[in-house]
């Protein structure tokens, strides 16, 4: 057991915010926990009041972007229950990326503990409506003083939690992209590290003006083979197949990829993990073989794809078909809400914290 200090607000917030209808990411809750990571050991572990933290001018995370996240939810089971969907393979990737970036890990039994105290802590900030949960923002960033470019030797860990609607309230349109590049096998863009979103905000900025909601971010190589959205992994349905990219050390490593490749296959449906280049996707929709195209993220849970844009010619796609993507959206948020059996032990109760 860690001993997590815990430091309550005088009074909350809760009582000013209308749960069920918050814009996604800005409305946070009382509380976060941090630590600090110093002489190579992680300390400071505590709860307290969100606030401002106070940074040096020369911290090297706001110079070369030493810094990664996390994204998970909570949810609650009809009895008020909180839950977690598979929270160990989030402190894994975490620490993937922590690896990647030349940080120190975070112990599994402290990221869970942290976890199951602030949720416990904040569980009336859970949203109760069907699309809304608690979104869980866990995040390490270098804290050394030092204008140089150099592995920092201090650290801290922090983990926001903010009620949230959908992220997606409705089906979007993509732009394949064959000027700009996400990530190349060999760069960072397996690793949930902060660096990977200001690069792609001008393209997503571009894409955006030209009418698309976000990037389908093709290899950087020969602008071909399909890797990602960057806020999700794709999917599509060809001829009945499901088919999503192999993993190629560019695309994220998706948890909610993982789990609705499982739900899916336990369905009976084939799913090919592999290539797929975009003239496939093109071919696939010009035969009438395309049958569904949807992004999975935590954030984003299941979205569908009702327009693809490449060179400069768009392709539509009838969502109201769909039949894959409605299930596995379904099938996940009833998961997280404990409204279906977990067959697989991926739902994770929160315990109650020990208040100090
Ligand atoms: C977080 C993220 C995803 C989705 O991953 P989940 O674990 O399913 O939330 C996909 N692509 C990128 C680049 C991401 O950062």
């Known amino acids: 057991m860690y001993s997590i200090k815990i430091n309550k607000v005088a009074e909350s917030r809760l009582p000013q915010v209308d749960l069920n209808n918050i814009p996604f990411g800005r409305v946070f809750t009382d509380h976060m926990f941090t630590a600090d990571y110093i002489n190579g050991e992680w300390t400071n572990l505590e709860i307290v009041p969100v606030k401002d933290f106070s940074i040096h001018p020369g911290n090297l995370t706001l110079h070369y972007a ?5 994204g998970m939810k909570a949810a609650a089971n009809p009895d008020g229950v909180p839950l977690l969907l598979r929270p160990e393979m989030h402190v894994e990737r975490l620490n993937r990326s922590a690896d990647r970036m030349c940080m120190p890990a ?7 503990e942290a976890i199951h105290s602030l949720v416990g802590l904040e569980k009336d900030w859970i949203p109760s409506s069907e699309g809304s949960s608690l979104y869980i923002r866990p995040f390490m960033f270098a804290t050394d003083e030092f204008v140089g470019v150099a592995v920092s030797e201090t650290y801290k860990f922090v983990i926001l939690t903010l009620p949230v609607g959908p992220y997606y309230d409705k089906p979007v349109s ?4 064959t000027e700009y590049v996400r990530a190349a096998p060999g760069g960072v863009g397996d690793a949930k590290t902060a660096g990977n979103y200001a690069a792609s905000l001008y393209p997503a900025k571009k894409a955006k003006a030209e009418g698309y909601d976000q990037v389908l971010w093709l290899d950087g190589k020969e602008f071909k083979y399909i890797q990602e959205v960057g806020t999700m992994n794709i999917f599509f349905v060809i001829d009945g197949t499901v088919v999503t990219p192999a993993f190629n050390g560019a695309i994220l490593h998706g948890i909610t990829r993982n789990s609705i490749i499982q739900i899916l296959r336990d369905e009976g449906h084939t799913v090919e993990e592999r290539e797929i280049s975009i003239d496939e996707v093109i071919k696939a929709h010009q035969d009438g073989n395309l049958s569904e195209v949807f992004g999975t993220g935590t954030a984003a849970v299941v979205s569908p794809v009702h327009r693809i844009g490449y060179q400069g010619e768009n392709y539509d796609i009838d969502v109201d078909s769909f039949t894959i993507a409605p299930f596995a959206k379904q099938y996940i948020s009833q998961l997280r809400r404990g409204q279906i059996e977990d067959t697989r032990g991926w739902i994770v109760k929160v315990e109650e914290p020990v208040l100090a």
């Open 174 to 177: 993509l732009k394949a992209d």
């Open 106 to 112: 975070v112990p599994e039994a402290m990221f869970l």
């Open 66 to 70: 030493q810094s990664i996240f996390e």
